[in-house]
């Protein structure tokens, strides 16, 4: 789940931009924020005719800076350069409430007021992700860039100051969401989904495979199915499959993160095997094809509509799994070459339903065609 405001954030202030400058050097932006005043360092990604900016700062975080909130802007020669995993540990530390500490792994930093083993955990399993992600692509042909940021997750020991925390990204949503990757900080949000950090605090947690005991329960998988979800459209965006401020389409960002979100915590690697079967995903859409209207590949794929309203999203994200699954076990290449196409998308050119339509059918062929075959393959799914 990427919160909507920031979509909508970006889309908005962004229609009347033009393409910033060179991006070596180091732009130095100061602007209102909240009624403060705020000195960001970092990169111009986009600058509008009107004087508005798409900033990216050194810590990942896009800041859109609209003209009567811009004060001041210099740049010097100096290069762009991500602050270091110690960088960002400080100067999150330093913005998060009191009692966080920070874990590092080679892709990952971990903020968290859990329990240590639990953090622990969480940077295993995102490394294990990241791996498998890497692997998988490569096999495919498709090579990913490196990140330019650390991936950062914040971890919260209970459920109550994440909800918290996260109402001021989320709204009203937050008490429904258990994880989120937020497009504008690029962060990962979330709690400790054993609950124990919360229920014994200062307890000693007594291993990672006591807390995969606990997620392993089918209670559980869901929760934890969730993170993976969210650290994989992290990854996705980081990693250039996509970018944080190019149309995406839903179906595609959505299809790609509920094809790797099904874990396995009692198989080493942590997963059954990337592009498994998702059953809950496909016992959805085998329920949805019992009334899906004849058009709805054509609605999936034109418009982000389905998956904004919460009575069709569940139908969309199955639909969006069933179509990923497949296209890449059916249309590889194809799939690789619109995949191409997605990340190469400029910065906030957004696309008609027309022009996705298009790209679409360019890529794959006709939609009834590509329509009738796609049923006949999932009817065999099992
Ligand atoms: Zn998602």
């Known amino acids: 789940m990427i919160p909507r405001n920031t979509q909508w954030l970006l889309r908005s202030l962004v229609v009347c931009f033009a393409a910033a400058g060179p991006a070596s050097a180091l732009d130095h932006v100061v602007f209102e924020h909240e009624g403060h005043r705020r000195q960001v360092d970092g990169r111009i990604v986009v600058e509008a005719k009107d004087g508005g900016l798409l900033l990216m700062a050194r810590d990942g975080v896009l800041w859109t800076v609209p003209p009567e909130e811009n004060i001041s802007r210099t740049s010097d020669d100096?290069?762009?350069?991500?602050?270091?995993?110690?960088?960002?540990?400080?100067?999150?530390?330093?913005?998060?409430?009191?009692?966080?500490t920070s874990h590092q792994t080679v892709h990952y930093l971990v903020l968290h007021n859990s329990s240590r083993t639990y953090a622990r955990w969480?940077?295993?399993?995102?490394?294990?992700?990241?791996?498998?992600?890497?692997?998988?692509?490569?096999?495919?042909?498709?090579?990913?860039?490196?990140?330019?940021?650390?991936?950062?997750?914040?971890?919260?020991?209970?459920?109550a100051s994440y909800e918290r925390f996260a109402q001021s990204e989320l709204g009203q949503a937050a008490g429904s969401i258990l994880g989120y990757y937020n497009l504008q900080t690029n962060r990962m949000?979330?709690?400790?989904?054993?609950?124990?950090?919360?229920?014994?605090?200062?307890?000693?947690?007594?291993?990672?495979?006591?807390?995969?005991?606990?997620?392993?329960?089918?209670?559980?998988?869901?929760m934890v199915a969730t993170i993976v979800h969210?650290?994989?459209?992290?990854?996705?965006?980081n990693r250039g499959m996509h970018a944080r401020f190019g149309d995406c389409p839903l179906w595609f960002s959505e299809g790609l993160a509920v094809y790797f979100e099904s874990p396995?915590?009692?198989?080493?690697?942590?997963?059954?095997?990337?592009?498994?079967?998702?059953?809950?995903?496909?016992?959805?859409?085998?329920?949805?094809?019992?009334?899906?209207?004849?058009?709805?590949?054509?609605?999936?794929?034109?418009k982000d509509d389905r998956f904004r309203n919460s009575a069709t999203a569940m139908d969309a994200y199955a639909e969006a799994w069933a179509l990923t699954y497949f296209l890449i076990r059916k249309r590889s290449g194809d799939y690789l070459k619109y995949l191409t196409q997605i990340s190469q998308k400029k910065p906030f050119v957004w696309d008609s339903p027309e022009t996705r339509l298009n790209e679409f059918q360019a890529v794959f062929g006709d939609l009834e065609e590509l329509d009738r075959e796609f049923l006949r393959y999932m009817q065999r799914v099992r």
């Open 264 to 302: 396995d915590l009692s198989s080493d690697k942590g997963w059954r095997g990337i592009g498994e079967v998702n059953h809950m995903r496909l016992a959805r859409f085998a329920q949805y094809s019992r009334r899906r209207p004849g058009n709805s590949l054509a609605t999936l794929i034109s």
């Open 78 to 100: 100096e290069p762009f350069v991500p602050l270091t995993h110690q960088e960002l540990a400080v100067r999150l530390l330093g913005e998060l409430p009191p009692g966080f």
């Open 122 to 159: 969480c940077g295993a399993l995102f490394e294990r992700l990241y791996m498998a992600f890497s692997n998988y692509w490569k096999r495919k042909g498709f090579a990913l860039p490196e990140p330019e940021f650390p991936l950062v997750a914040v971890v919260f020991a209970d459920r």
């Open 189 to 222: 949000t979330m709690c400790d989904l054993t609950g124990v950090s919360a229920a014994t605090p200062g307890q000693r947690i007594r291993s990672a495979a006591w807390i995969n005991e606990i997620l392993s329960r089918p209670e559980s998988l869901m």
């Open 230 to 237: 969210e650290a994989t459209h992290q990854i996705a965006y």
